[in-house]
């Protein structure tokens, strides 16, 4: 595997459901993201991780939760989610915090009912 | 306050009509401004990355430009296949912020 992978690639939830998505890096990167991607709007930054640690949280709700096991892998769990939730879901890794390139992977296709 | 915006929305073509793509940008202490291209329910594909005023960056038909203000990505003679979204992003700060995009047709 090569570059930045994400597992599933479509999924659809129930709102009462709870279900995770994987992000793996295969770049040696030390930072990693998760972004949000709606019909129409830019990509909104959800949650940052350098070196593991989260740097930043863009106000995103509890029902959406990151884990950061070691800098080459990142989840997101999710839990009671609403439909307004559904959504393409996309990691990035850069090397560094912010002002590097930043790769992406091919997202999650989230649908929500 | 940070911001990017990208012009037109929405951009046809017809195959070989060479246009340019802007990105207008504010940003405290610029780090970088970045191009990528995005195909439909896929990720974002990096294509430049662009860190000082009258930096210029060319691949196959796409060549990026940069000023303090803005930055316009040149499309000469496009294909069919460049038909995708493009994607500006300047990173200030700590902060890397995302345009809306340009969504490009390009009709054989």
């Known amino acids: 595997e090569t570059g930045v992978t994400q597992t599933p690639r479509h999924l659809v939830m129930g709102m009462t459901n709870k279900k995770s998505l994987k992000c793996e890096q295969h770049?040696?990167?030390?930072?990693m993201y998760w972004y949000k991607q709606s019909a129409k709007k830019p990509l909104e930054l959800m949650f940052v991780?350098?070196?593991?640690?989260?740097?930043e949280n863009n106000s995103v709700p509890s029902r959406f939760s990151p884990e950061c096991p070691n800098s080459s892998h990142l989840f997101l769990h999710l839990h009671t989610l609403q439909p307004e939730d559904s959504a393409l879901y996309l990691c990035?890794?850069?090397?560094?915090?912010?002002?590097?390139?930043?790769?992406f992977g091919p997202g999650t296709r989230l649908l929500v009912l | 306050e940070d911001q990017v915006t990208q012009s037109p929305e929405a951009l046809r073509l017809q195959e070989g009509e060479s246009s340019s793509l802007n990105c207008s940008y504010t940003?405290?202490?610029?780090?970088?401004l970045f191009w990528y291209r995005q195909d439909p329910g896929k990720g974002p594909e990096f294509l430049f990355t662009?860190?000082?005023a009258g930096e210029e960056k060319e691949k196959e038909r796409l060549k990026a430009t940069l000023t303090k203000k803005e930055s316009f990505l040149h499309i000469t003679a496009p294909k069919p296949e460049d038909s995708a979204t493009y994607l500006c992003?300047?990173?200030?700060?700590?902060?890397?912020?995302f345009g809306a995009g340009t969504r490009l047709f390009v009709k054989a």
């Open positions: 990035a890794s850069s090397q560094e915090v912010a002002q590097e390139t930043q790769y």
């Open positions: 770049l040696g990167h030390n930072a």
């Open positions: 991780y350098n070196f593991k640690e989260q740097t």
């Open positions: 940003v405290s202490g610029l780090r970088g």
């Open positions: 662009l860190y000082s």
């Open positions: 992003a300047v990173s200030g700060g700590f902060k890397t912020i």
